[in-house]
């Protein structure tokens, strides 16, 4: 959820692929010193002393080993590049949004009951629903408490861990969930919308008057829990989220920028147009241009409640695709491809970009040929040096006056 930093990077900001692996990334290295059943006893004590029964803690802990694999895995994640149409095209797929839609029929007054509560629409509950789990078809495999205590015993994010572990052994004191329930990802993410521990604690809701918060099981919980959740980030009622547009024309490209708002009016008169060419409301209501594939590729203006989305996943890519969807549930038409031929940039071409951005003095963050956002604010600056069209997009016109340098 709050797409724990795992889920941030399983979609760092170009990213995800199925398809072919381009590259890995690997974590600064550190050392367990101690043994994990020292360790484990150390942190039974703590949760004792936290109020946690004693039965709690035997049920949830008796016999645990730690997962060798896991910790393996946290250290070395592997990422591919690939467009954001292509990201779009995997994740924003026609069979979940009609399994979406269908979904908000079915669940049609659970979704009104949330709005009205929380103030967040349906189509955004379900598109949370469908990228995480497909509506409950993907949620995990493993058994979360031992990815939780092997991740909490690792050196390297132990104290974020050690508290996910204590929240995961405190929904199952108040009785949400049983040990042998918690089943989910590596990361120890649970439930349909994939919580956190310490987000299901603090989030989770019993919608369905059992007396449990069950989200792994009830879609009741899992609407008005993934509803309280977008709420306590700042979801604002009744306001947009995203919207694909169309440019008519060139304007400041350096103002397309998530960091940049203007009010609609102001993209009004730089030519900005709704996506079947009526005119932007010329209201006051702020907006920030998007540009994933430059000025040629699909064009978005972001309004204040997409800040949400990147607090639930800190990927551009991850955040833009997730709104997209759920204005697509909303009524929107498919994607456009933009306004013309966006070029292709791979992993080794991204490489040789940061190299060249590097020598420039425009970039010194890691040669990794992940097109993230300190690349892409090296782009702006070197288009803008150059009297280029500054989106923050790479042209092989910009690598060659790089090369010249």
């Given at each position: 959820m709050l797409r724990a930093f795992s889920r941030a990077l399983a979609f760092i900001s170009v990213l995800v692929s199925i398809s072919a692996p381009l590259g890995s990334i690997a974590f600064a290295a550190c050392e367990n010193t101690g043994s994990f059943d020292r360790w484990?006893?150390?942190?039974?004590?703590?949760?004792?002393?936290e109020g946690i029964s004693q039965r709690t803690i035997s049920a949830a802990l008796d016999g645990m080993t730690l997962d060798r694999g896991i910790i393996a895995r946290d250290r070395r994640q592997t990422f591919f590049a690939q467009s954001f149409l292509d990201v779009v095209n995997k994740l924003a797929t026609n069979n979940r949004i009609q399994n979406g839609r269908k979904a908000m029929q079915r669940h049609q007054a659970v979704f009104q009951r949330a709005e009205r509560q929380y103030g967040v629409p349906a189509p955004v509950i379900t598109a949370f629903w469908a990228l995480e789990s497909d509506f409950g078809v993907g949620m995990g495999k493993l058994p979360v408490l031992r990815s939780l205590a092997t991740l909490a015993y690792d050196c390297r994010r132990g104290d974020m861990f050690r508290k996910e572990l204590m929240a995961a052994l405190k929904i199952i004191d108040r009785g949400d969930l049983r040990p042998s329930q918690m089943i989910g990802s590596w990361a120890g993410e649970l439930g349909q919308t994939q919580f956190l521990p310490t987000h299901y604690l603090a989030h989770a809701v019993d919608y369905d008057g059992d007396g449990r918060r069950d989200l792994l099981n009830s879609p009741a919980d899992v609407i008005g829990s993934t509803a309280a959740f977008l709420a306590s980030l700042g979801w604002r009622r009744g306001e947009p989220w995203l919207h694909e547009v169309?440019?008519?024309?060139?304007?400041?490209?350096?103002?397309?920028?998530?960091?940049?708002?203007?009010?609609?009016?102001?993209?009004?008169?730089?030519?900005?147009?709704?996506r079947d060419g009526r005119p932007l409301p010329r209201d006051n209501m702020p907006a920030s241009l998007l540009l994933p594939m430059g000025r040629n590729g699909p064009a978005f203006l972001a309004y204040p409640n997409f800040d949400v989305y990147l607090k639930w996943n800190q990927?551009?890519?991850?955040?833009?695709?997730?709104?997209?969807?759920?204005?697509?549930?909303?009524?929107?038409?498919?994607?456009?491809?933009?306004?013309?031929?966006?070029?292709?940039?791979?992993?080794?071409?991204?490489?040789?970009?940061?190299?060249?951005?590097?020598?420039?003095?425009?970039?010194?963050?890691?040669i990794d040929g992940i097109m993230g956002a300190g690349t892409r604010a090296a782009i702006k600056a070197a288009q803008i040096k150059f009297g280029l069209p500054a989106d923050g997009y790479p042209s092989r016109e910009l690598v060659e006056r790089l090369r010249r340098l």
């Open positions: 484990l006893a150390e942190f039974r004590r703590e949760a004792a002393a169309v440019l008519t024309g060139d304007l400041p490209w350096k103002e397309a920028d998530l960091a940049v708002k203007h009010p609609r009016a102001q993209w009004a008169r730089w030519g900005v147009t709704q990927s551009l890519y991850y955040s833009i695709t997730a709104a997209y969807l759920a204005t697509r549930l909303d009524g929107a038409p498919p994607l456009s491809r933009g306004r013309g031929p966006v070029e292709p940039f791979g992993m080794a071409e991204t490489k040789e970009l940061q190299q060249l951005l590097r020598r420039a003095g425009l970039y010194n963050e890691s």
